[in-house]
């Protein structure tokens, strides 16, 4: 039932590393900078969650490794290193071999990924026929792994159409999908922000249990703290384009360093309103339309000072896995 | 615990065997074929001064609910009383009237407003509608504006040109114009980031306890649940399941569909993760092939016979907590 | 700066290729339209004995017809019926489509079934047959003619109008306006229909064409303009009884019909890539 894939590849490379990533995009005069300088690595088997408020960058991330987004309106330097390759420079056929076959991605909302007009078995049929299996055999497979993602009644439920699912079975189709050809990557882009709590939660034991069996690598793309702290292994917190701060997951919530970390997880509500108001951010985030120096979150940090407006805030280190970009490492600690 | 400074509490609302049915209809001239029970008799009482939070998932009615309360749609049966009254009888002008009381905040911030209107004119019109004349309705509107914290000048900008925390600021701003008393907002921060949320959540409190506002939150954020109310109502498939004080809900809930519920919303906090979790299983049921006894039984661990057989009624636990579950019938 | 969203509109019209070529075009024939008797050189009934069927030449840039009168004055004032069809059609196509389309979308039920059965019909049955059935009943003539091309051509307005309203009358703000206490008529017209405003203004632009061409060739049959009026559509049927001699009594009114519902075309794909997904909150 499981396929366990053992690669001869090095296991100590980073499954991904994006290396001084930073897509512009060109609007009616000049760039917009939607991701600048970002430095971040993902090791096989490892949840990591990309977070941030919309606008920080990280859906053109998930879209940029995959290369979804190329209309010709982007220009994306530095390096998106998948298994030692450079996704950003090979050619087109190769990315289209390398979706589905390496990384996968599920959306957000699975009804609008999948075809209503087809049934929902030959949809996932399709991408494990591309490996060249049988009909017979690529059939089994969509069973089996309607059974791995718990859908009940499996071999009835292959025949079935997208509006015939609810929207947690969709969602576990499109898992299922992704996973048929059992990627070492799965991008998953605000996967349960259109589902219900209890399917929220069924969904999120489903990704567990899969990241084991598979030991896929999954890139959770969120502005949900809850889901993080519930599956991910590490975190990377966005702002601006910028990664503020990233590290293990238990290091980061007990510890959060980055004055909009700090500021974020105060505003989540996470007490009663006995307890006091929710802290709150002033200003809004700013566009950027020039890249210049200094930390893009100035303009509402409230420890900023001058230099925080003209020098890039250098990368600190609060344990061997946890960094952090600040100029005022004490104060910070002290919000 | 409920507002401090009620000594004995006054209704606001009182919902009494509330029902909304939608027919079900089939062929050319919609012969009736059965009927969706969106709200299926609600029982609840909502006090002056309390923040309620209305939590449930897809398909629980608590939009349609929101909705019979605010008139927008009629009732198939049952009373709503606001102050004594009995809103879901009246009509014109009478209903007029009474509307100036009760406000609304829907929940997508770019649909809020007109997008042909600019603000001022989006917040004066409920207050020209009600007769106040235009001077008086741009004075109101300037104090509204600074009352959700926002500058004046936004005042002449129209919807596109502004964010969505803005947005819904502005909608707070119009509801609060003609000084209503009682509040319906329907998932008002489900479309905002984090940072504004907060903005949001905390001016919600701020006018609250400036005005002595009721409020009715719907949201199936359960932690803005928690933070925000001070009782919270659990709705599955068009019946309340629970109703009680907040710390009573969340910390050891009776009914075992809020227990999985609660146990289902994501902590915040990773080191409780690997507390094992009694996650509920199996998928909202259908409104439309609902089962005979308790809405609950197919997915609950508690199910007995009678459940499937029998509906249960609202037990009270206490004054301010009542439970519709079997378990609780003394 | 706080534009509204029909400002911002408008800047962006400037930018369009089609919109641009479009409204020039159009603006052209406004214009000729409005100076016709500074432009045309002669009266378009003047019958001139000696130049009879003249082909086009430095007195008669067009030509002439078979009584002499000048053809190139007789487009000139044709522009003006022309232009009359579009607005007098389109206004009353626009205010039937709109009330039924509104009515309809708002109300539903059986309102909605009643008035969309009545617009169903009038949009299957064939458009020329119908037009030809009502003008066989109200009497020929141009003011006719385009009373019955728009008795069957409201229907599509309608049919957008209605779903427009159907998915406008369930947005927040429309459901705000109830809550606190707008009536019926005011959500409809003062809520829903200024919102409906860019469908319209794409839906004209797609029937305006239409609803020229329909006139102009009930007027070919002989069933819309009388003689002597300079009518496009009459002038080409005229034209047909020469159509080997004098080329010129059809050619020119013909290119003046295609030059104007062209016109009309490109105008619309300009309003139509303006107004669609960019402006979505228009």
Not at chain 2, 154 to 172: D, F, N, T, V
Request: hydrophobic share 40%; charged share 20%; with cysteine.
């Amino acid at each position: 039932m499981s396929d366990i894939v053992t690669k001869l590849d090095n296991t100590e490379e980073p499954l991904l590393r994006l290396e001084d990533l930073s897509i512009d995009y060109r609007i009616r005069n000049g760039y917009l900078s939607a991701v600048s300088d970002v430095n971040f690595t993902m090791n096989r088997g490892e949840i990591v969650a990309l977070v941030g408020e919309s606008g920080c960058g990280k859906s053109t991330i998930a879209f940029t490794i995959m290369r979804l987004l190329m209309d010709g309106n982007e220009k994306i330097g530095g390096k998106i290193l998948f298994k030692g390759e450079d996704l950003n420079k090979i050619p087109v056929r190769d990315m289209e071999k390398m979706r589905g076959k390496h990384i996968g991605m599920i959306f957000q909302n699975p009804l609008d990924s999948l075809n209503p007009v087809y049934r929902t078995g030959s949809q996932v049929e399709e991408a494990i026929l591309l490996d060249g299996l049988s009909h017979k055999e690529a059939w089994e497979r969509v069973i089996n792994l309607y059974k791995d993602v718990r859908i009940p009644d499996a071999e009835k439920r292959v025949n079935s159409y997208p509006h015939e699912l609810s929207g947690g079975m969709r969602q576990r189709v499109m898992i299922a999908m992704m996973l048929s050809r059992t990627p070492e990557l799965l991008i998953a882009d605000e996967p349960t922000t259109a589902l219900d709590v209890t399917i929220e939660a069924q969904i999120l034991q489903i990704l567990k249990d899969l990241k084991t069996q598979y030991n896929t690598a999954i890139l959770m793309i969120t502005h949900n703290f809850g889901l993080v702290a519930e599956v991910a292994d590490r975190i990377a917190v966005m702002y601006a384009g910028n990664i503020v701060e990233q590290g293990n997951v238990f290091d980061v919530f007990a510890a959060p360093s980055h004055p909009y970390t700090r500021l974020l997880m105060r505003a989540l509500p996470r007490k009663t309103k006995h307890e006091g108001r929710l802290e709150t951010i002033d200003g809004n985030v700013p566009r950027i339309t020039e890249k210049k120096p200094g930390c893009r979150f100035a303009n509402r940090c409230p420890l900023a000072k001058e230099i925080c407006f003209t020098e890039n805030p250098p990368v600190l280190t609060v344990s061997h896995d946890h960094t952090f970009s600040c100029h005022f490492a004490e104060e910070a600690s002290k919000l | 615990m409920s507002n401090a400074n009620v000594n004995a509490p006054v209704p606001a609302i009182e919902i009494s065997g509330l029902k909304k049915y939608f027919p079900l209809t089939s062929g050319a001239f919609n012969a009736k074929k059965g009927s969706v029970k969106a709200v299926d008799d609600i029982n609840l009482t909502i006090n002056k001064g309390e923040i309620i939070g209305l939590a449930g998932e897809s398909g629980s009615g608590k939009t349609t609910l929101a909705r019979v309360i605010l008139n927008l749609t009629p009732a198939t049966e049952g009373r709503v009383l606001m102050n004594g009254q009995d809103i879901s009888k009246l009509h014109g002008r009478e209903l007029k009237a009474v509307r100036r009381s009760i406000a609304t905040v829907f929940q997508d911030p770019a649909s809020n407003l007109n997008p042909r209107l600019n603000v001022l004119s989006s917040i004066m019109r409920p207050m020209i509608l009600h007769g106040v004349p235009k001077a008086e309705a741009v004075e109101k509107a300037q104090e509204a504006m600074k009352l959700v914290k926002m500058d004046e000048r936004y005042l002449y900008s129209y919807p596109h040109q502004l964010s969505g925390g803005q947005l819904q600021r502005i909608a707070i701003a119009r509801a609060l114009v003609l000084r209503p008393d009682i509040m319906v907002l329907d998932e008002p921060t489900s479309a905002l980031d984090i940072s504004v949320q907060a903005q949001i959540l905390n001016l919600l409190l701020d006018l609250q306890e400036q005005f002595g506002l009721t409020y009715l939150v719907i949201t199936h954020d359960l932690n803005v649940l928690r933070y925000i109310s001070d009782r919270i109502a659990v709705m599955y498939l068009g019946k309340l399941m629970e109703f009680g004080p907040t710390e009573t809900i969340s910390s050891n809930p009776l009914h075992p569909y809020t227990r999985g519920l609660m146990a289902a919303s994501p902590i915040l906090d990773p080191t409780l993760r690997s507390q094992k979790k009694e996650l509920m299983g199996g998928e909202t049921g259908s409104l439309i092939n609902l089962p005979k006894g308790c809405r609950f039984a197919a997915r609950c661990p508690h199910a007995t016979d009678r459940c499937r057989e029998e509906l249960p009624k609202d037990y009270h636990v206490d004054a301010l907590h009542q439970v519709s579950c079997f378990l609780y019938d003394k | 700066m706080n534009y509204s969203p029909i400002r911002e509109f408008f800047y962006n019209c400037r930018r369009n290729v089609n919109f641009v070529v479009g409204f020039l075009m159009i603006l052209s024939l406004i214009l000729v339209a409005i100076f016709a008797q500074q432009i045309a050189p002669y009266d378009y009934d003047e019958p001139h004995k000696q130049a009879r069927l003249q082909a086009p030449n430095s007195t008669y840039l067009f030509g002439t017809d078979d009584f002499g009168r000048d053809m190139f004055s007789k487009v000139i004032y044709g522009t003006r019926i022309t232009l009359w069809v579009a607005l007098l059609g389109t206004s009353i196509q626009l205010f039937l489509g709109v009330v039924i389309g509104l009515l309809c979308g708002y109300f539903g039920g059986w309102v909605d079934k009643v008035l969309l059965f009545i617009t169903d019909v009038t949009w299957c049955v064939p458009g020329t047959i119908l037009a030809l059935a009502v003008v066989t009943v109200l009497g020929k003539g141009l003011t006719n003619s385009i009373i019955a091309i728009s008795l069957v051509g409201w229907a599509s307005y309608a049919r957008t109008v209605r779903a427009k309203t159907m998915s406008l009358r369930t947005m927040a703000f429309v459901e705000t306006g109830r809550a606190f206490g707008e009536s019926s008529l005011s959500l409809m017209f003062r809520y829903i229909l200024p919102n409906i405003v860019p469908s319209l203004i794409v839906l004209i632009s797609n029937n305006l064409p239409g609803t020229i061409m329909a006139t102009t060739t009930l007027s070919f049959l002989g069933l819309g303009s009388q003689p002597p009026s300079p009518d496009w559509g009459l002038a080409i049927s005229q034209g047909m009884n020469y159509v080997h001699r004098a080329q010129w009594l059809s050619i020119f009114p013909g290119l003046a019909l295609v030059y104007t519902v062209l016109g009309f075309n490109i105008l619309g794909e300009g309003m139509r890539d303006l107004l669609d997904p960019r402006l979505k909150g228009l």
